[in-house]
C-alpha cells in the first residue's frame, strides 16, 4: 500500500500538479464543438491506443470554451499516458500493477461526509425546475459524426445491492438520451451493478444510482477492477482509499437513497427503471453506438435500460470529463487492473517467478498481456505456461498472452516483438485453447468471422511462448556493454 504523498485526492488540485510536470496537460481557449470536434481533435494531441492512425502519446487537454454551454470546460486525456498516470498516483509507471495489487489486499472504506462540506453539491439543478435539461446542464461531447447522441464516458455509477446493502463502484457507457433519461449499457456478465439492478427489477422497485464525472483518477482506475479478484460484495472505492492511503469521502444525494463521491466534478442523481428499455439510437438511427475500445465503433443496442434522472449537481464552474472510446485512457483504466488481478493470481501459486506484466496497448488493455517470467531453476520449464493459464483465469476478456524472459522488457513492443522473433517457434510455441468466453466486442469472435464458433463473445485463447528453454539459456545471451552513467556525457538527456 502507498504511503500518504499528501497527492491530491479530487480532479481539479490534480490538474494543478500536472501543470508543475512540463508536457503533461495543456488548455486551449479555442472554443469547440462537443459534436465529434473535441475527440477529433484530441484524436491528434495525445489519443494513442487502438486510435486509428495518426494519433500520439500526448499531453491531457482542457478546452475552456466549448459550444453551447457557457461556464463550463471539458478535459480529456487525463489517464491517456501511463506516465501521467504513475504521476497521479505518485509510483513508478512500470510499478503500477504492484500498487494497484497492493492496494487491494490492504482496501480502506470510504466514509461519508455531511453536505455542507460536500462540494459536488455546490449548485443543485432539479428535475422539477422549469426547463430541467441534462443536454444542456452536462457538456457530454459526441465522439463521431456516427455516434448515437452525446456520452458520459467516464461516470464513476454507485448503486447499492437491494438485498444485503453491499455497494459498488462501475464504469457504462451512458447515452444522453431525453431532458431526464439516460440509456445505461451493461456488458453481460456478472458485473456488481448488473447484479444489483437484476435483483431490484425481479421486485418491481427502481434501483436508486448516482453517477460522479470528474474524480480522484485513483478511483477511475479502481472502479475497472473485476471478478474473481474483487467479488461480489467488494466495494472498489476502498482500493482508491489504500492507493492514497486515506478513505475516498461520499456524500447523501440529494433526491434519491444513494451515495455519491463528495469531490466530484458533476453528479448526477437518478433511478434505473424496472422494465423499461430504450433503443440507443432512437435520436439519430445510425445504428452505431460510439468508439469503443478495440477501435471499432460499438453496434447500437436496441434496448437498454434506462435512468431517470432526478437531479444534477455540481461545483461552480464545473469540468466535464471524457474519454475517447479507443485510446490509451482505456488502457490505463482497464489494463492496470487487470495487470494488477494476474500478479495477485500468479504470485499465489508461484511465488517469485513472475517479473511483470503488461496489458498491452493494443489490446485496449483487456485483450493481451506480456508476462516476464524468471526461470531459475530446471523445475521451472513450462510454469510459464501455468502463468499465462492463470492469466486467463485472473482476467476473463484476455485473449492473447505473450511470455517473455526477464531480460526482455514487456513495456517495450519492439523488444518483445524481438523475443517472438529469436525465442519463439510458431509449432512447438503456440497453445492455442479454442472456444472460451471471451469478450463481446471482438469483431473477430462472432459467428459469422469463425462459423466454428457457438455464439458471440467466444473465442480460441493463445498463448505465445517467447521464453527461451531453461536448458539452453546459456546460448541465447544477450550482448552485454559496459556499465556506464550516461548522465557524464550527456547530462540533458539522463539527469533529473
Same mark, same amino acid.
Given at each position: ?5 499528501? $497527492?491530491?485526492?479530487? $480532479? ?19 472554443? =469547440? ?19 486509428? +492512425? &495518426? ?9 475552456? @470554451? =466549448? ?11 487525463? !489517464? ?8 497521479? *498516483? ?44 441534462? +443536454?444542456?446542464?452536462?457538456? #457530454? ?17 454507485? #448503486?447499492?445491492? &437491494? ?29 456488481? *451493478? ?10 418491481? @422497485? ?21 471478478? &474473481?479478484?474483487?467479488? !461480489? ?17 461520499? /456524500? ?8 455519491? %463521491? ?27 453506438? $460510439? ?28 469540468? $466535464? ?9 482505456? /488502457? ?20 517469485? +517467478? !513472475?517479473?511483470? =506484466? ?10 493481451? #498481456?506480456?508476462?516476464?517470467?524468471? @526461470? ?21 476478456? *484476455?485473449?492473447?498472452?505473450? !511470455?517473455?524472459?526477464?531480460? /526482455? ?23 492455442? %485453447? ?12 462472432? /459467428? ?24 539452453? @539459456?546459456?546460448?541465447?545471451? +544477450? ?13 540533458? *538527456?539522463?539527469?533529473?
Amino acid at each position: 500500500m502507498s504511503e500518504d504523498k499528501g $497527492m491530491p485526492t479530487d $480532479m481539479r488540485s490534480m490538474l494543478e500538479l500536472l501543470k508543475s510536470h512540463p508536457g503533461q496537460l495543456i488548455e486551449t481557449d479555442v472554443p =469547440v464543438d462537443p459534436h465529434a470536434e473535441l475527440s477529433g481533435v484530441y484524436r491528434h494531441v495525445g489519443a494513442w491506443g487502438t486510435v486509428q +492512425r &495518426p494519433t500520439r502519446i500526448g499531453p491531457a487537454m482542457i478546452f475552456n @470554451k =466549448v459550444n453551447g454551454h457557457e461556464g463550463a470546460r471539458v478535459v480529456t486525456g487525463l !489517464l491517456a499516458s501511463r506516465e501521467r498516470v504513475g504521476i497521479m *498516483l505518485g509510483t513508478d509507471p512500470k510499478r503500477l500493477g504492484f500498487l494497484l495489487k497492493d492496494s487491494v489486499a490492504n482496501p480502506i472504506e470510504p466514509v461519508t461526509i455531511p453536505q455542507d462540506e460536500a462540494v459536488c453539491q455546490e449548485v443543485v439543478h432539479l428535475a422539477t425546475d422549469p426547463g430541467f435539461d441534462i +443536454r444542456k446542464l452536462l457538456p #457530454a461531447p459526441t465522439n463521431t459524426t456516427e455516434d448515437a447522441g452525446p456520452y458520459v464516458t467516464m461516470g464513476m455509477c454507485y #448503486a447499492t445491492d &437491494p438485498e444485503n446493502g453491499d455497494s459498488d463502484v462501475t464504469i457504462h457507457r451512458l447515452c444522453l438520451q431525453s431532458a431526464d433519461e439516460i440509456s445505461m449499457y451493461f456488458v453481460p456478465g456478472a458485473r456488481h *451493478l448488473t447484479v444489483f439492478r437484476e435483483k431490484a427489477e425481479a421486485a418491481g @422497485k427502481p434501483l436508486p444510482i448516482s453517477v460522479s464525472i470528474g474524480v480522484d483518477p485513483a478511483i477511475e482506475i479502481a472502479a475497472c477492477f473485476e471478478p &474473481p479478484t474483487t467479488p !461480489l460484495g467488494f466495494n472498489e472505492l476502498s482500493i482508491a482509499g489504500a492507493i492514497r492511503n486515506k478513505p475516498v469521502e461520499l /456524500v447523501q444525494c440529494v433526491t434519491i437513497a444513494e451515495k455519491a %463521491i463528495a469531490n466530484a466534478e458533476y453528479v448526477i442523481e437518478g433511478e434505473l427503471l424496472p422494465n423499461v428499455r430504450v433503443r440507443e439510437d432512437q435520436n439519430t438511427n445510425t445504428g452505431k453506438a $460510439m468508439p469503443e475500445f478495440p477501435g471499432y465503433t460499438g453496434g447500437a443496442n436496441p434496448e437498454l435500460p434506462v435512468i431517470k434522472v432526478k437531479a444534477i449537481t455540481h461545483r461552480v464552474n464545473p469540468i $466535464m470529463q471524457t474519454v475517447i472510446g479507443p485510446s490509451e485512457e482505456h /488502457v490505463s483504466m482497464a489494463g492496470i487492473p487487470t495487470e494488477a488481478s494476474i500478479l495477485a493470481m500468479v504470485e499465489r501459486a508461484m511465488p517469485g +517467478r !513472475l517479473v511483470n =506484466v503488461y496489458s498491452h496497448s493494443a489490446g485496449g488493455g483487456k485483450y493481451m #498481456a506480456v508476462m516476464q517470467f524468471k @526461470k531459475s531453476i530446471p523445475s521451472d520449464e513450462g510454469r510459464q505456461r501455468q502463468a499465462a493459464l492463470l492469466a486467463f483465469s485472473a482476467f476473463s476478456e *484476455l485473449k492473447h498472452v505473450i !511470455l517473455v524472459d526477464e531480460d /526482455v522488457d514487456p513495456f517495450d513492443s519492439n523488444d518483445v516483438l524481438w523475443s517472438m522473433n529469436t525465442r519463439y517457434q510458431g509449432d512447438i510455441d503456440t497453445i492455442m %485453447i479454442p472456444g472460451v468466453r471471451c469478450h463481446p466486442l471482438d469483431p473477430s469472435q462472432t /459467428v459469422e468471422y469463425n462459423p466454428a464458433l457457438r455464439d458471440k463473445g467466444i473465442s480460441c485463447k493463445v498463448i505465445f511462448d517467447c521464453t527461451v528453454p531453461f536448458n539452453l @539459456k546459456d546460448k541465447f545471451k +544477450r550482448c552485454s556493454f559496459m556499465e556506464v552513467d550516461p548522465a557524464k556525457w550527456a547530462p540533458s *538527456l539522463f539527469q533529473k
